[in-house]
């Protein structure tokens, strides 16, 4: 499906260097959008914004600070002149490990990042774009750990429940300046997040992981980070013009119930 009504748009992406974000922006800039690659690797995202289509900018941030915050939005700003969307995208998964096991300075890491950086993103956007005309649209990244638990994910679960209270609250807020805050929540995506709970599933044997964690799908594969793109740009369009304070699942049927694999 093409997005026509996305182009000329400016979005900020978060976490632009990772697996998603990096499909987000190449998925924007092929329907003409003008995309600030935003990412902890500042490198990554010059590469990811040179390799782009239609003009871009790569901003090294991190976003748990207001500076880094203040970074993107501007180079956005002065680059553009205008936002028309964010996607707030950038995580940290932390150490997996039982919560009994747990220590407080990842859980204050994966806080920061998860949860102060997207209210930080989040503040800064819905101030920007209720004083340009026009609204706009904000996708925040969760997870299907923002949906239900997960066993050794216990900080970054709590964080990507945590983020659906932030989008729910900004949405009732501000829907009436035509201002759109939606979540997503993605399922096992084959980014380099990934491999961490392959490790998990697994031991050293990553495929065996793979395999292991596949069979829990009902869609009996992981998704590909661009159908979390597809989501992602469909929600930032004015095709998604009613759609506010959602939380879109993405995730093979991972979180729609129990499944049990059918025996060979
Ligand atoms: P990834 O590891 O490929 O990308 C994450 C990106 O975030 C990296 O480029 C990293 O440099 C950046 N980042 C981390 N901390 C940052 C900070 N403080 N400031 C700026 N950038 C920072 O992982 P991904 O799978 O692409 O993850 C993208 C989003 O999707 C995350 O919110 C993640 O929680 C979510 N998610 C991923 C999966 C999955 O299975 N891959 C599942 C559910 C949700």
């Known amino acids: 499906m093409s997005l026509e009504c996305l182009r000329e748009n400016v979005v900020i992406v978060t976490g632009a260097a990772g ?56 180079a956005a700003l002065e680059r553009f ?11 940290y998964a932390g150490k997996l490990v039982p919560l009994a096991e747990s220590d407080v300075a ?16 989040l503040r800064a956007a819905l101030r ?12 925040v990244t969760s997870s299907a750990g923002g949906l239900a638990g997960a066993q050794l994910w216990g900080p970054y679960v709590a964080s990507k429940h945590a983020v659906i209270g ?10 009436r300046d035509g201002i759109r805050v939606n979540a997503v929540c993605p399922g096992l995506t084959d980014t380099a997040m990934v491999r961490r709970t392959e490790q998990a599933a697994g031991s ?13 799908v ?9 159908e979390i793109a597809a ?17 879109l699942a993405i995730d093979g049927g991972i979180t729609a119930g129990s499944y049990v694999p059918p025996t060979e």
């Open 218 to 226: 009902p869609a009996g594969r992981y998704a590909h980070p661009h």
């Open 81 to 91: 002149g205008r936002i028309d969307g964010v996607h707030l995208n950038a995580a």
């Open 166 to 175: 932030l989008v729910r609250s900004a949405a009732l807020e501000a829907a």
């Open 204 to 216: 050293e044997d990553l495929s065996a992981g793979r395999a292991a964690l596949e069979q829990r």
């Open 19 to 74: 697996g998603i974000g990096g499909a987000v922006a190449r998925r924007l800039s092929q329907e003409g959008a003008h995309v600030v690659a935003a990412d902890l690797d500042a490198a990554a995202a010059g590469r990811l914004a040179a390799q782009l289509p239609t003009a871009a900018v790569g901003v090294g941030a991190d976003v748990s600070t207001p500076e880094g915050v203040e970074g993107y939005m501007n």
């Open 106 to 121: 990842e859980l204050d890491k994966v806080m920061a990042v998860n949860v102060r950086g997207v209210y930080l993103g």
């Open 128 to 139: 920007q774009l209720a004083g340009q005309a026009g609204g706009g649209s904000i996708v």
């Open 231 to 247: 989501c992602v740009a469909w929600l930032l369009s004015d095709e998604a013009s009613y759609v506010t304070g959602a939380t």
